[in-house]
């Protein structure tokens, strides 16, 4: 079965510090992968998603980056933090192309909180 | 650019009581609909919807989608306290871009409070 693996799941980061956040996928290959925040009372804003190794379509501009150096293996990053990069952050994956219609499969999330 | 907006955006119930949430959308090359629950961390699948006209149902959720008016609605009847969460849509779009592929745009959730 597949599952997917969000890590760490609290952080707490000084203004200025780098972050990277890590999600994987196992039980899968070629999946959709996806970075969401949500901020307190908000819905879920999607940041980043990948169709494959190395392509990565940037939603809205920001001091966040991602990258997929594996196919089942998604990073958001940060050289910077700021305050406003607060949030809870959700990893998600959907099948990929061959498949139709499908739901989210989200991680844990991790809540982050810049100091 | 793919817009979904959910109403309202809190409601505040007794136990017993049957509620009806809202989302209307946006998107370009629609491709389905979804509803989540959100208590605490992850969202959990509820409903995925994309033929207008055919209600979904489970237990006491029931949802269902109207492809013309561009919306969905979500029905609880006979809440509970566990009931009491965030409601996520969200909506499938197929994007033409390099990569040609689908994206999942949220809206921004209805927050429901059951009141014993």
């Known amino acids: 079965s597949q599952t997917i693996h969000q890590w760490p799941a609290t952080l707490v980061q000084p203004v200025g510090s780098p972050l990277s956040l890590e999600c994987t996928v196992e039980g899968t290959s070629n999946p959709n992968l996806y970075w969401y925040r949500q901020a307190a009372g908000r819905g879920l804003q999607l940041l980043f998603y990948?169709?494959?190794?190395?392509?990565i379509s940037s939603e809205v501009p920001q001091n966040l980056s991602a990258s997929r150096p594996q196919d089942r293996q998604f990073i958001l990053s940060s050289k910077k933090l700021l305050l406003s990069d607060s949030g809870f952050y959700l990893c998600a994956w959907t099948p990929g192309r061959a498949y139709l219609n499908t739901e989210a499969f989200f991680g844990q999330g991790t809540r982050l909180t810049v100091v | 650019e793919d817009k979904v907006v959910q109403s309202p955006l809190s409601l505040v119930v007794h136990e017993g009581d049957t509620v009806t949430l809202n989302c209307s959308y946006e998107v370009t090359n629609f491709r389905s609909l979804l509803w989540y629950k959100q208590e605490k961390k992850a969202p959990t699948f509820l409903f995925m919807l994309?033929?207008?006209?055919i209600e979904k149902k489970s237990g006491r959720l029931s949802s269902i989608l109207d492809k013309k008016e561009l919306f969905s609605i979500l029905n609880i009847t006979a809440t509970q306290t566990g009931d009491s969460a965030v409601y996520l849509c969200?909506?499938?779009?197929?994007?033409?871009?390099?990569?040609?592929?689908?994206?999942?745009?949220f809206g921004t959730g209805t927050r429901l409070t059951i009141i014993p």
């Open positions: 994309t033929s207008s006209g």
């Open positions: 969200a909506v499938e779009g197929h994007t033409i871009s390099n990569f040609g592929n689908e994206k999942l745009t």
């Open positions: 990948s169709v494959g190794i190395g392509q």
